[in-house]
Each structure stands twice: as structure tokens, then as C-alpha cells.
């Protein structure tokens, strides 16, 4: 501007700045890095486009938009409690993940209330089923993992369920991976972190053994 018009007017350097801030947006929009062991689906108009893998691609702005996930993620605030929130997320991560569940309440077979702890390790294996068969999958996992785990503690005695860990974990990773497979995910493991009866019958138990001893 300076060679043509003379000295610049302060309006034609705001202008100026405006386009290059204009420019360099659009040209950050259009890149997508994506990290190792993590992809992004990608849709145009609302429709299915592909899947980004790592590395440095390119979008066209407006017309492609990254489609976001519900994901969990678990925090520690300030006075050492931990809690489970749950977000959505455009990187998808494909490492194997584990989702530690609450405590659920279990009726055993001679109906004995008890509590059972378990954790569940899976990897995501195709994401568009991961993202377009299931509505939440976190969600989804939890509540398929707690209703499993009633129904296969349901069918033993306490006993059973104290000694029968291995079994257990079998039966519950078997009826997980098969429903699993169409969301896209592959359930590795499935453990028991603890078994705990009711305080009553803790005390039976520890007065029967005693007793056995003597």
C-alpha cells in the first residue's frame, strides 16, 4: 500500500490485520493433528466422510466436521475424592482403556445381599460402529457389565461366589465380548477387585471357621 498510495491509513492496516488473522484461522481450521494410537471421524454435511489417522490431515472447512464421542474420563478434586465424569471428545483413543465401576449390590442364589467390585478392560476396534451403533458407550458398558454381573452371581451361592473369582470373570468376558462386537469393541478382561458380604455374615463366617479350629 505504502508504494502505490503513499503512507498507509490506519484503516488499511486494520484491514490488512483482520485478513491475516481471517487467513491464518482458516488455515488452522482446515489442519488436523492427530497423536498416535488416537483417530477422528470426520463428517461432511452430517454424513459419514472417513476416519482421520495420526499424523497431520487436512479438512475443508464448514463442509467437514469432526463427530464427537461420549467418553469417561475419572477425577481427583482437591480433598482426595475421586469421581467419574463423562464428556465428549473428538480424538478418539485406541489403547485399552479401563473402567472401574461402582460397588453393585448382587442377590446371591440362597439370597444373600452382597457387594461386588469389578473393573473392565477393552479397546476400541472399529470406530464408526464405536460412534454409529451405540448412542453412549460408556454408558452402555457399565450398565450391560452390572446387569451381566447379576445374572451370573444370581445363579451361585455365596459360597460359590467367594471361591468361584476365575469362573466368573469367564462367564462375564464371554456374554461381554460377544454383545460388545457390534458397538465396535473388544472386551480383553473382565476382573472381580473384591467381594464383600454383609457384616452379619462376615461374623457367621469368621465364628463357623473358628469353631471348624477348635
Not at 20 to 31: F, N, Q, R, S, T
Not at 56 to 83: C, L, Q
Amino acid at each position: 500500500l505504502t508504494p502505490m498510495f503513499g503512507e498507509a491509513s490506519p484503516f488499511a492496516l486494520a484491514f490488512a490485520v483482520v485478513l491475516a488473522i481471517v487467513v491464518l484461522a482458516a488455515i488452522l481450521m482446515c489442519v488436523k493433528i492427530i497423536k498416535q494410537a488416537e483417530c477422528m471421524v470426520v463428517e461432511r454435511f452430517g454424513k459419514y466422510k472417513g476416519t482421520l489417522n495420526a499424523g497431520i490431515n487436512f479438512i475443508v472447512p464448514v463442509m467437514d466436521k469432526p463427530r464427537a464421542i461420549h467418553w469417561r474420563s475419572k477425577r481427583t478434586d482437591i480433598s482426595g475424592v475421586e469421581y467419574v465424569m463423562t464428556t465428549e471428545k473428538t480424538n478418539i483413543d485406541l489403547r485399552e482403556q479401563v473402567f472401574d465401576f461402582a460397588k453393585q449390590n448382587v442377590i446371591t442364589k440362597d439370597n444373600v445381599n452382597i457387594e461386588i467390585d469389578a473393573m473392565l478392560y477393552f479397546q476400541i476396534t472399529d470406530v464408526t460402529q464405536a460412534i454409529y451403533e451405540i448412542a453412549n458407550l460408556p454408558d452402555a458398558i457399565e450398565k450391560l457389565c452390572k446387569t451381566s454381573l447379576r445374572n451370573v452371581a444370581g445363579n451361585l451361592t455365596l459360597d460359590e461366589c467367594l471361591t468361584s473369582r476365575d469362573p466368573i470373570n469367564s462367564q462375564l468376558l464371554a456374554i461381554m465380548d460377544e454383545a460388545t462386537d457390534k458397538w465396535g469393541v473388544k472386551v480383553n478382561r473382565v476382573e472381580l477387585k473384591d467381594i464383600t458380604p454383609p457384616h452379619d455374615i462376615q461374623q457367621a463366617m469368621e465364628k463357623q471357621m473358628r469353631a471348624e479350629r477348635d
